[in-house]
């Protein structure tokens, strides 16, 4: 196998800069240094942030976002902090918890919002609370009645019957029924607190 299996394998050239070598070009602006930075970490990038979001789409939104920050942020990059890679990786790694933390917090304002569309508005509520003590009242001020201006008030009033059936259903005279009515509407009045 000899020479033959040398040629197959060419030798290594000189190595061109590293990656933390390349960033610094790239944070002077060199396009080329970032093709090159692109390519060599475009794949784990994509990877990291699949890892995250899970969704296919969003993450190679995410990916391409992330290396838009690498290209506006290279001046950023500390080599006495760490690695290139690793820098570019927690870049990828914090932008797709931002997208998932994003996410989680447009689901929670459509679900506050979904719950305050069930939520009876406030006015609605104070109506609601308001009927309620008249009601409380109302029956409150018809047991200070008598019973039988009790019975015409309920007969006539809730019942819906007119006067004269009023009178027949009680076996009473058609005037003691509208006088007990009248007395029994005037002590309503006075205990409810209506002015006239």
């Keep these: 196998m000899g020479s033959a299996g ?8 000189p190595a061109g800069p590293d990656l933390e070598e390349l960033l610094v070009m790239v944070a002077r602006g060199d396009q080329e240094a970032f093709s090159r930075v692109y390519d060599a970490v475009c794949g784990p990038v994509l990877g990291v942030v699949r890892g995250v979001l899970r969704d296919p789409a969003q993450s190679e939104e995410v990916a391409q976002e992330v290396m838009v920050e690498v290209w506006r942020t290279a001046a950023r990059f500390r080599s006495d902090r760490g690695s290139a890679m690793t820098w570019v ?4 790694h914090r932008r ?4 998932v933390r994003a996410a989680q917090a447009a689901t929670d304002r459509e679900h506050r919002a979904a719950l305050l569309d069930r939520t009876p508005a406030f006015d609605e509520v104070t109506e609601q609370v308001e009927a309620r003590l008249e009601r ?3 029956r409150r001020c018809m047991r200070t009645l ?3 201006q009790r019975q015409s008030v309920t007969l006539a009033y809730y019942r819906g019957h007119t006067y ?3 009178a027949e259903l ?3 005279p058609l005037g003691t029924v509208k006088t007990r009515l009248r007395d029994g509407l005037i002590r309503l009045r006075d205990c409810l607190g209506v002015t006239a």
Excluded: I
């Design 6 to 13: 040398l040629r197959s394998h060419p030798r290594p050239g």
């Design 89 to 92: 990786l927690t870049l990828a």
């Design 96 to 99: 797709a918890v931002d997208r």
């Design 136 to 138: 409380e009242q109302v």
């Design 146 to 148: 008598t019973e039988l």
């Design 164 to 166: 004269r059936e009023v």
């Design 170 to 172: 009680l076996s009473l």
